[in-house]
């Protein structure tokens, strides 16, 4: 890429939709290889996807700022991107690695010692590029006023090709980053194999060789030189993939113009071991419309795949792409769709046998690096959504984009809370990204707090800005892990203000009311809620800038978490309370799911079904409050260990049992529509606990849920709950904190991939 312009960065790709790798590349396998038009490592073929990340070294030179490093290395490696490729320069200026010619600035130096050391600790490759065709970070230019300061007669940046003195200053520059011993790793960088292949210059061009002999005769002579050097490593020109003269009727697929290369003879270079293209068609093409600039992309790949293929013989990486928020028209869909159609482009013609084996997006960022934006970036968000289209239903399933969507999920209800605090918010992306490396893809969390401690409601209309912006950050920390939100309204308890909070502001403004199940009947109090309602729903994100009530990382709303009602126990006082707010809800968003938030207790419209209740009522009835038309889904709850207290295992276990099953059965045959297990787990405060019973116990549910999923009408569950490290003034006694263990997190992980493998069958 060319220009490195101040930029914010933009939230949403589907690097997950990429070319999946054969052998994931990992740091500590040995030295990748080239066998024909294939990579290899360790004897096997190895497909790859990557990125960039120009600015590592440079963001590294301050100790304080090499968490970004680390973080994005993280973020990438979750997702399953294994090659990384980065600057191995900076040429005079602002951190300058090489300050004049043969000079160099230890502290720089060891900052790139870093980037190949944390590269190594996440399975990550490093392609390393010795010096850039433009000023960006010294360059060519940078040489040439070098050797013309030193009173070498040049006339322009061409001379960089064939002046003597700079070409020895290039020589030197390369056998010192080659020849580097890691104060870190103590490795010499020519022994590393987290190095996969040294790359000569970012996008070599030339103005005064259009015929590409002296870019070619540059690149032979550097070539053998760098092989001279190191014979462990690949090697790479850094080409964009112009075509020149030696096969004159290829440069019809040149977008217009060329820039003095020759895809195939510089490549054909004995020394050079894979070839590469870049790809910019809305800066190339930038007059014409979207259709043709995907098709120029079209005949770009598949032409360079064929000549790789059939006369290099040689791998080709697809080494620069994307799209820029500077586009007309752009927009995240846009920029996803455009990501999409370019990694399944690759894929096809990867599986007819065509030569395209890694790619390498344009580019990932750390949070708070707007500085170096260029409109491409994307920060920090690897794992974004496999689909961007919102979760409907289709009588009693769940459907994404056509499609059957089973889920695995959790909750976590603390997540606006602590993002209230951007010095916290590390639990909630520690979470999220822990969350998703174990399969889980729904998260049920409060976009409620009311009144109190870090209120996001501080009384009725009147709002912490502060907390809303936790709540923007958790949306967005979803979005880049690829988890959707069901988020709840409100609350039944005290907890965080709920019904309880709404009552005591009536009270307080001369209301007369007379306990907390007013909040179903009063007016006033519906007021407040709905205002509550309406402000959430029509939020604008100051992260990602969409609507809350357009964002599909919002799979769903839940009016109230477990509502009860203890002056009605038909149900039928929560059931007009239940119609009233979930038509409010329908006519602000007609976009997102809704569900009721409830544990699923029987009440009067079916009075056989009560025995199946534990022991008692608490004011809802599962199927009439289900069968209100604008609620999309069923729920239930279940927590035997505390509605069973003094019970045996056993007894609970059938309890669940016969819980689950009815619940299901009313769904699909009464209600016809999808049932979620909204909430279980096992505490550790009963009698007996031990981890083993609590991963027996999450078995047994995960078990029934599958089982329930296979046969319809279930489609999936949220364990509570997840937890970050360091939260324990958050316990409940069900927390979970997967990083901590591991064998629950197994348990979590093989039922996410037994739900996802439903998606397929």
Not at 96 to 113: C, H, K, N
Not at 190 to 204: G, S, V
Not at 308 to 317: A, D, F, H, T, Y
Not at 339 to 346: I, P
């Amino acid at each position: 890429m060319s220009r490195f312009h101040k930029v914010g960065y933009v939230v949403g790709v589907l690097i997950t939709l990429a070319l999946v790798c054969q052998a994931r590349v990992h740091s500590h396998g040995g030295f990748v290889r080239t066998e024909g038009t294939r990579f290899v490592l360790g004897g096997s073929s190895s497909l790859f996807n990557g990125f960039n990340s120009y600015w590592m070294m440079h963001v590294a030179t301050e100790p304080s700022e090499r968490y970004k490093v680390s973080n994005t290395f993280r973020e990438a490696a979750d997702a399953g991107l294994s090659v990384c490729r980065t600057w191995a320069f900076s040429d005079g200026g602002d951190r300058a690695l090489q300050i004049s010619p043969g000079t160099y600035d230890e502290r720089v130096f060891q900052a790139l010692d870093f980037v190949i050391s944390e590269a190594r600790r996440y399975g990550i490759r490093l392609i390393l590029s010795f010096v850039n065709n433009y000023k960006d970070y010294g360059g060519r230019p940078q040489y040439v006023e070098w050797a013309r300061n030193a009173g070498v007669n040049v006339n322009g940046e061409d001379d960089f090709y064939t002046t003597p003195t700079v070409k020895e200053y290039y020589k030197n520059h390369v056998k010192r980053v080659i020849t580097r011993f890691n104060t870190i790793t103590r490795i010499v960088y020519k022994d590393d194999p987290t190095i996969m292949a040294w790359e000569l210059m970012n996008e070599p061009r030339c103005q005064a060789d259009s015929s590409e002999k002296m870019v070619n005769g540059w690149v032979q002579e550097m070539a053998s030189f760098v092989k001279s050097l190191d014979k462990n490593h690949l090697l790479e020109i850094g080409m964009e993939g112009f075509y020149g003269d030696s096969m004159p009727e290829k440069k019809v697929n040149n977008p217009g113009y060329q820039v003095g290369t020759d895809f195939i003879s510089n490549n054909l270079i004995k020394e050079i071991d894979f070839t590469t293209i870049h790809a910019y068609p809305d800066i190339w093409l930038s007059g014409q419309n979207e259709s043709a600039q995907m098709a120029f992309m079209q005949r770009w790949m598949q032409s360079h795949s064929i000549d790789s293929k059939g006369i290099l013989k040689k791998p080709l990486v697809m080494a620069e792409f994307g799209k820029s928020s500077k586009g007309q028209g752009y927009s995240l869909g846009a920029r996803d769709q455009y990501l999409s159609t370019v990694y399944q482009s690759m894929n096809n013609f990867e599986s007819t046998g065509g030569g395209i084996s890694g790619s390498l997006v344009w580019q990932l960022m750390a949070e708070g690096m707007d500085s170096y934006g260029d409109g491409y970036a994307l920060a920090c968000e690897a794992r974004v959504l496999q689909n961007s289209g919102f979760v409907q239903t289709r009588n009693t399933q769940f459907i994404l984009n056509g499609s059957p969507f089973f889920f695995n999920g959790f909750n976590s209800y603390w997540l606006m809370h602590i993002s209230a605090e951007p010095s916290q918010r590390n639990k909630v992306s520690d979470v999220f990204r822990q969350a998703s490396a174990a399969g889980l893809s729904v998260c049920r969390t409060w976009a409620f707090s009311d009144g109190g401690y870090q209120a996001l409601q501080i009384s009725p209309g009147v709002y912490d800005e502060r907390v809303f912006q936790g709540l923007d950050f958790v949306i967005s920390e979803a979005r880049k892990n690829g988890i959707r939100l069901v988020l709840t309204l409100s609350n039944n308890y005290q907890d965080f203000g709920g019904r309880p909070q709404y009552v005591n502001w009536a009270k307080s403004a001369g209301v007369s009311v007379n306990n907390d199940d007013d909040f179903y009947i009063n007016a006033v109090i519906k007021g407040y809620y709905k205002n509550h309602v309406k402000r959430v729903i029509t939020r604008v994100n100051t992260i990602t800038g969409v609507a809350y009530k357009d964002d599909p990382t919002i799979m769903a709303w839940e009016l109230m978490n477990e509502p009860r009602c203890q002056i009605d126990y038909s149900g039928k006082t929560l059931n007009g309370w239940v119609q009233e707010m979930a038509s409010y809800v329908k006519s602000i968003d007609n976009k997102h799911l809704l569900t009721v938030g409830m544990e699923g207790f029987y009440g009067d419209s079916l009075p056989e079904r009560k025995p199946v209740n534990p022991g008692y009522q608490v004011g809802t009835d599962f199927i009439s409050n289900h069968l209100i038309r604008e609620i999309d889904f069923t729920t239930i709850h279940a927590y035997p260990d505390i509605w069973l207290n003094g019970k045996d295992d056993n007894a609970q276990m059938a309890f669940l049992q016969t819980w689950t099953t009815s619940h299901l059965t009313d769904s699909r045959t009464i209600i016809k529509k999808p049932m979620i297990f909204a909430e279980f787990g096992k505490s550790s405060k009963d009698p007996g606990y031990s981890i083993n019973a609590r991963d027996s116990f999450l078995n047994a549910v995960y078990t029934n849920i599958y089982s329930s999923a296979r046969s319809g009408g279930m489609g999936g569950g949220l364990v509570w709950q997840i937890m970050a490290e360091g939260m324990e003034s958050y316990y409940d006694g069900y927390e979970i904190v997967l990083s901590k263990n591991p064998s629950t997190s197994s348990v979590i992980t093989q039922q996410s991939r037994r739900m996802a493998a439903l998606d397929h069958m």
